[in-house]
């Protein structure tokens, strides 16, 4: 069987969008922190929560960058436990209270696995082992760095990647199987990139073939990430992939432009038969739609030209092989 990926919103506004009554929402926020050791959040990150909380979506996922740790010196635990309180103010405990879960990646600033921020990364954990989302979780051992869990059509499965280069044999050997006996619909989601976005992190990226072949081969339709700061809904040769703009500071110039895009938030529609839908809402209010014809038509990056997903041949339509 087949399913389909759709590009949306491009050619209609966002409220028209007809999805059976059986279908899910998702919004993706990233990198909303601010500068290190900062306890305050921009108004962009209140104004992005009121209106993902308007939306009512099923789930919130985050890849990464939620606080602005790994500095070095590195900061304190006082500090870090601080800014987690900072963090749950105005992101979690407000979704909390609507009922809309989180799930969590770690960033290079929340739990970074280079040496020395150990502390961090052992922090993070601690912080989202107690806020553990109420979900459907199908892997769960190494929680909240990489887990899976299913939602309506699709399963979802975090990848723990802060540091730049080759994934681990641990996760590989793991992602060859967590997708068995999942629905139609499969998302992997982590804060480096498998291929670069953005001009000013070119170098930043997960950038091994190995991995963009092992996901091709156990069926992932979309990958998530973060940490380029910029939103672009593009497809490789294999599958999707969807880079997310920051909520916090330092937006950032996509591969071939000159100027940054503006803060926004991904929204996933995903229905019954595995057909995704992809929009970005864009501040200062977050109720605009981003038209995706005002983004490049490709990314020429140095190892992998990146297509805005409705130039495929197929039009705006990614059928999964």
């Known amino acids: 069987m087949r399913f389909k990926f759709l590009i949306g919103i491009l050619f209609w506004a966002f409220a028209t969008v007809q999805v059976s009554a059986e279908s899910i929402r998702i919004v993706v926020i990233s990198d909303l922190n601010g500068s290190y050791g900062s306890t305050k959040y921009s108004s962009n990150v209140h104004k992005a ?3 993902i909380i308007a939306l009512n979506p099923d789930l919130v996922l985050s890849t990464g960058d939620m606080v602005a740790g790994q500095r070095r010196p590195a900061l304190s635990e006082n500090q870090v436990r601080a800014m987690w309180r900072a963090f749950h103010d105005v992101v979690t405990e407000p979704l909390e209270r609507a009922g809309i ?3 969590v990646t770690p960033g290079n600033h929340d739990g970074s696995a280079y040496s020395g921020f150990e502390a961090e990364r052992r922090i993070y954990a ?3 082992k107690s806020k553990m989302p109420k979900l459907n979780f199908t892997a ?3 929680y909240p760095f990489f887990y899976a869990f299913d939602i309506g ?3 979802i499965v975090s990848i723990d990647a802060t540091t730049i280069g080759e994934l681990d044999r641990a996760q590989m ?4 199987t967590v997708f068995d006996g999942a629905g139609p619909a499969r998302i992997v989601f982590s804060h480096l990139p498998l291929w670069p976005f953005t001009i ?3 170098p930043e990226i997960i950038g091994d073939p190995e991995l963009e072949q092992l996901l091709d081969g156990i069926g992932v339709d979309l990958y998530l990430s973060g940490h380029h ?3 672009y809904p593009g497809q490789i040769d294999a599958f999707s992939v969807v880079s997310q703009a920051e909520l916090g500071g330092g937006s950032r110039r996509l591969i071939g432009t000159n100027q940054p895009g503006p803060k926004s938030f991904t929204v996933l529609e995903i229905e019954n038969d595995g057909t995704i839908h992809v929009s970005a809402l864009k501040g200062p209010d977050f109720t605009t739609v981003i038209d995706t014809r005002t983004l490049p038509e490709r990314l020429n990056t140095p190892d992998r030209i990146i297509r805005r997903i409705d130039t495929v041949p197929s039009g705006d339509v990614m059928m999964k092989k």
Do not use: F
């Open 140 to 142: 769960t051992g190494t």
């Open 126 to 128: 601690d912080e989202w």
């Open 49 to 51: 929560i009121d209106a």
């Open 153 to 155: 059509a699709a399963r």
């Open 101 to 103: 879960p989180l799930a």
């Open 229 to 231: 700061h910029a939103y």
């Open 173 to 176: 050997s793991a992602l060859s």
């Open 200 to 202: 000013e992190r070119l």
